[in-house]
């Protein structure tokens, strides 16, 4: 890599190579040098951004956890009949998803090894109740069935929508976003509504 390509170098570009880089190795099975390798840049370079590769993985997963958690925060999440909330909530899981793949990847991929990846799975586990609870509302007006146990629903939505990562690329042309999320509404809700 030249000079001049070195010196573009930013906290954010960095993030982007080191999460390529741990989704590829494992965090686990990637050291500083990977790090550096990957980037262009020698090790002192990516301390003088960051105290070393845990910041980096806070940083990626936090980014994806603030996304999801985001999605809570807004107003449709946030107002209406629960079901329907519960409808844009998953819709807009995917889309988040798609817009975040990599950071989201990483996320689904972290096993609770360090500080950082321990403090992502239990955020992770805090996203899905808030989740279960919109789902757990929607059965009590009696909107969703209530013959399926809330765990396990959330457990299933969550793995349709969580396996994205494992077969979507924007650069490969197929369904986009828009048509993905559709259909993981439709499925999803096609099931879970009560009928009549």
Request: no cysteine.
């Amino acid at each position: 890599m030249t000079a001049a390509k070195r010196d573009t170098y930013t906290p954010e570009t960095l993030l982007s190579v080191a999460v390529e880089v741990f989704i590829q190795r494992g965090y686990d099975g990637t050291s500083m040098e990977h790090l550096s390798k990957a980037a262009g840049i020698s090790k002192s370079s990516i301390y003088h951004h960051v105290a070393g590769k845990e910041e980096l993985l806070r940083r990626a997963v936090s980014r994806a956890l603030d996304g999801l958690f985001g999605i809570l925060d807004e107003e449709h999440a946030r107002v209406g009949r629960a079901v329907e909330r519960l409808e844009y909530v998953t819709r807009r899981m995917v889309e988040v998803l798609i817009a975040e793949l990599p950071y989201v990847t990483l996320l689904l991929r972290v096993r609770g090894n360090t500080g950082t990846e321990r403090w992502a799975l239990e955020r992770r586990r805090e996203f899905d109740h808030r989740v279960a609870d919109l789902l757990k509302a929607a059965a009590a007006d009696g909107d969703v069935r209530g013959d399926i146990e809330v765990r396990l629903a959330t457990r299933l939505v969550f793995g349709m929508i969580n396996s994205i990562v494992e077969w979507y690329r924007p650069d490969v042309r197929g369904a986009g976003v828009q048509e993905i999320a559709d259909a993981v509404v439709q499925l999803v809700f096609s099931g879970l509504r009560k009928e009549g």
